[in-house]
């Protein structure tokens, strides 16, 4: 599904943030320093425009974790394409994001 989307810079940090590496919320929170009422709608947005694509962890490794299950996002090809052109319309978005994150091994 294809929805028209607004391409503002808090948009264009989390698009970043994906395509850095970051996979769930809190770690799109930290990386950012977007609060979660910006991340979790704008998540949210760019998966109903075919920008983002997510699955749930599984139960059991959260579990195993001591944790609630996380849902993983990642960037898919449109969302790629529109990150290059929040790159282009925001010259500061190269900037800003904490080190990429260790891989989970669960």
């Given at each position: 599904m294809t929805t028209r989307l607004n391409l503002t810079y808090p948009t264009a940090l989390v698009l970043r943030a994906l395509a850095e590496g970051y996979g769930y919320g809190f770690d799109i929170m930290d990386a950012s320093g977007l609060p979660s009422g910006t991340v979790y709608p704008a998540l949210r947005r760019l998966e109903r425009a075919g920008c983002v694509a997510s699955r749930w962890e599984e139960e059991a490794a959260a579990h195993r974790a001591g944790?609630?299950?996380?849902?993983?996002?990642?960037?898919?090809?449109?969302?790629?394409?529109?990150?290059?052109?929040?790159?282009?319309?925001?010259?500061?978005?190269?900037h800003g994001l904490h080190p990429a994150p260790t891989p989970d091994v669960s």
């Amino acid at each position: 599904m294809t929805t028209r989307l607004n391409l503002t810079y808090p948009t264009a940090l989390v698009l970043r943030a994906l395509a850095e590496g970051y996979g769930y919320g809190f770690d799109i929170m930290d990386a950012s320093g977007l609060p979660s009422g910006t991340v979790y709608p704008a998540l949210r947005r760019l998966e109903r425009a075919g920008c983002v694509a997510s699955r749930w962890e599984e139960e059991a490794a959260a579990h195993r974790a001591g944790r609630p299950a996380r849902r993983y996002y990642r960037i898919t090809g449109e969302g790629q394409a529109l990150l290059e052109r929040a790159r282009e319309r925001f010259a500061g978005l190269d900037h800003g994001l904490h080190p990429a994150p260790t891989p989970d091994v669960s």
